[in-house]
């Protein structure tokens, strides 16, 4: 038996906001922090947001603030075009305002199957290294995050290098250019 949610019961995207200040070299107290190394400060100014629950939200809220089934079908029913022009191997797709493969990668088979080897090989990665602990009844959380790291790095690469190309990008839409 499948139970069906209905619009209101649906979770909302949770939208996090994170600083990875590990690539950047700074002075703290004195000292120079190197590459690689992070670190966490609070901010004397905290400003405190009243978020109600969603069961507390009313429906015309919760309408206006997410894309409803219907919606949400006629945006991917929409990038459909898109996906099948990146299949055929298009290299321009001429209507740019209306088609654009950016942020569709992994919708296509190809990217598909890459994300889901990606997250395969993490998560195996990860298990056996657990099964390795349990065999020697020990336990190193450093050694399981190290051993994810080493299959979710090329990932992280790869999100930094299409950020770097969108930040390019809007540059050059700001300015009145087309992007390259």
Same mark, same amino acid.
């Given at each position: 038996?499948?139970?069906?949610?209905?619009? *209101?019961?649906?979770? $909302?995207?949770?939208?996090?906001?994170?600083?990875?200040?590990?690539?950047?070299?700074?002075?703290?107290?004195?000292?120079? %922090?190197?590459?690689?190394?992070? *670190?966490?400060?609070?901010?004397?100014?905290?400003?405190?947001?009243?978020? $109600?629950?969603?069961?507390?939200? $009313?429906?015309?809220?919760?309408?206006?603030?997410?894309?409803?089934?219907?919606?949400? *079908?006629?945006?991917?029913?929409?990038?459909?075009?898109?996906?099948?022009?990146?299949?055929?191997?298009?290299?321009?797709?001429?209507?740019?305002?209306?088609?654009?493969? %950016?942020?569709?990668?992994? %919708?296509?088979?190809?990217?598909?199957?890459?994300?889901?080897?990606?997250?395969?090989?993490?998560?195996?990665?990860?298990?056996?290294?657990?099964?390795?602990?349990?065999?020697?009844?020990?336990?190193?959380?450093?050694?399981?995050?190290?051993?994810? /790291?080493?299959?979710?790095?090329?990932?992280?690469?790869?999100?930094?290098?299409?950020? /770097?190309?969108?930040?390019?990008?809007?540059?050059?839409?700001?300015?009145?250019?087309? $992007?390259?």
């Amino acid at each position: 038996m499948v139970l069906q949610r209905s619009d *209101s019961e649906s979770s $909302p995207v949770s939208v996090m906001r994170w600083a990875d200040e590990s690539s950047t070299h700074e002075k703290d107290s004195g000292k120079t %922090r190197q590459a690689g190394s992070r *670190s966490l400060r609070f901010n004397e100014s905290v400003e405190i947001f009243d978020i $109600p629950h969603l069961n507390d939200t $009313p429906d015309e809220d919760i309408y206006a603030t997410w894309y409803s089934r219907e919606e949400y *079908s006629e945006i991917k029913s929409a990038y459909q075009l898109t996906i099948y022009m990146m299949e055929s191997g298009e290299e321009s797709l001429d209507d740019k305002k209306n088609h654009t493969s %950016r942020g569709l990668e992994y %919708r296509t088979q190809e990217g598909a199957w890459a994300r889901y080897e990606n997250k395969r090989d993490a998560y195996d990665a990860v298990l056996d290294e657990q099964d390795r602990q349990w065999k020697s009844d020990s336990d190193d959380d450093e050694k399981l995050r190290e051993a994810y /790291l080493l299959h979710s790095a090329k990932c992280a690469r790869n999100a930094v290098t299409l950020a /770097l190309q969108d930040e390019t990008d809007a540059k050059e839409i700001h300015d009145g250019n087309e $992007p390259s």
